[in-house]
Every structure is written in C-alpha cells, then in structure tokens.
C-alpha cells in the first residue's frame, strides 16, 4: 500500500516537473522570438483582433454587471454613521485593485485560451504544424510569439476599459441604491485615490496576458491525437490559466504591496 502511494506520487510529480519544464522552454523560445516580431506583423495584428477587439463585447457586459454588484453590496452594507460618499471610494479600489482586472483574467482565459489551445491543437492534430517545420518555419515563432505579444498589449488594454465601465456602473448603481450623487460618488473617489491603483491594475493585466496566451499555446502545442485530444488541451488551457491567474493576483498584489 505504502509502495503503491509512493509511486503513484513519484509519477505525478514527474509528470508535474515534465509539463512545467515543456511550459518553460516555450516560454523562453517565445520571448527569444519577439526580436523577430516585424516580420510576423501581420499575424501580431490578427492575434490582436482576436484577442481585443473580439473580446469587447463580453468584457462590456461582464465589467458593467460586476459593478452594478458592487454598487449594490457596498451600498447596502455601509453603516449609517459612514457618509455615502465613501461608497465611491471603495468602488474605485475594489475595481482597480482586484475586481478589475482578476475578473477580466478569468473571462479572457475562458475565451482566449480556450480559443488558442483549440485553433492550435486542430492544426497539430492534422499535421500543419509539422508542416511548418518541414518549410523551415518556426512554430513558435509564427504560432505562439504574435499571440503573446498581441496578448500582453491588448490584455491590459481591455482591463482599463473594464475598469472604466465597471466604475461607471457603479456610480450608476450606487445613485440608485443609496441615492448617490455624482458629485459624492467623484469626492470619495477623489480621498482615496492614488496613482499606483492604476498601475497596479495594468500590471496584473499584462502579466495576465503572457500567462493566458502562453497557457494556450502550450496546451494546443501538446495536443494529443483525435477530437478527444483537442478537448482535453482546451479544456486543460481554461483550468490551469484561470488557476495561475489567482496564484498570481496573490504574488502581484503581495509584491506591489512592499513596493508601492
């Protein structure tokens, strides 16, 4: 019993520094490959059609609910004695700190890296990948570099306009619950604000989009065979990037805490 936990634990933590060693040597060669960046502009520009200007619409309609939630909770849980212009503070860094760019993290991973994992892991699956190998064209550089740059530009973008969006809905939502005037809502943001929210939240958005396209990449890099492979790699794409994203919310913000 003790020999059979042992190996079994002994096998998944090979598989464990297996996968992470295949995830760092990509990684590398990715970054190696953004020196040679003009040459795939044309595939930087149509990753970042993907991955921005596609996702527009879902981080509209995920931000501006995420702070009507806000104005609603924070409204109805201010104490009488606490003045309602406070709630305007509270919203703006409760957005620009975590809601912000965690929650565009979570619903860009779902769309973004399910995306690449799939498109990539189709094109392995019927050999088109090692059909560039075979005209002397680098995978990495053609599929995964124009991805991760297109993903560490357009990511952080997206979070700022979540963060607008988000603020505003907030406003909108704390006017109707708490009767907050603009006028408030704008001083308590004006008390509380500092300029490091908003770095620390463009921040977040661009480490989190190295680690959603390259979490995609990887997975439909390491495709199997058959449909049942290219479900598997997307599927593992979603889970293991939405869980990196949160490990690394805690890092950032631990980091940037001492910093700031």
């Known amino acids: 019993m003790i020999k059979k936990l042992i190996t079994t634990i002994g096998h998944f933590a090979a598989l464990y520094f297996q996968?992470?060693?295949?995830l760092t040597i990509l990684s590398v060669q990715s970054f190696l490959a953004i020196r040679k960046a003009p040459r795939y502009l044309s595939q930087i520009i149509d990753a970042f059609v993907y991955i921005g200007r596609y996702s527009i619409p879902i981080i509209i309609i995920t931000s501006a609910?995420?702070?009507?939630v806000l104005g609603v909770q924070i409204g109805t849980q201010i104490s009488p004695e606490t003045p309602r212009w406070a709630e305007g503070g509270l919203i703006l860094r409760a957005i620009l700190l975590e809601m912000g760019p965690?929650?565009?993290?979570?619903?860009?991973?779902?769309r973004v890296s399910s995306g690449i994992a799939s498109e990539i892991g189709?094109?392995?699956?019927?050999?088109?990948?090692d059909a560039l190998r075979t005209t002397a064209i680098n995978p990495v550089e053609f599929l995964v570099m124009p991805?991760?740059?297109a993903g560490m530009i357009a990511i952080p973008v997206l979070v700022i306009y979540?963060?607008?969006?988000?603020?505003?809905?907030?406003?909108?939502?704390?006017?109707?619950?708490?009767?907050?005037t603009w006028t408030g809502f704008v001083k308590g943001m004006r008390h509380v604000f500092v300029a490091t929210d908003v770095y620390t939240s463009i921040i977040k958005?661009?480490?989190?989009?190295?680690?959603?396209?390259?979490?995609?990449?990887?997975?439909g890099m390491e495709t199997g065979h058959g449909a049942r492979g290219v479900g598997k790699a997307t599927?593992?794409?979603?889970?293991?990037a939405s869980i990196i994203i949160l490990i690394l919310d805690y890092i950032i913000s631990a980091v940037l805490f001492f910093i700031w």
């Open 122 to 129: 189709a094109m392995k699956v019927t050999e088109q990948i």
């Open 65 to 68: 609910f995420m702070g009507l």
């Open 102 to 110: 965690v929650v565009t993290g979570l619903i860009l991973a779902g």
């Open 235 to 240: 599927t593992h794409a979603v889970v293991w």
């Open 205 to 219: 958005g661009f480490i989190f989009g190295i680690a959603i396209t390259l979490f995609g990449c990887y997975f």
């Open 162 to 180: 979540a963060d607008t969006i988000a603020i505003f809905s907030g406003f909108v939502s704390s006017y109707f619950t708490i009767d907050l």
């Open 147 to 149: 991805r991760l740059v």
């Open 19 to 22: 996968q992470l060693g295949r």
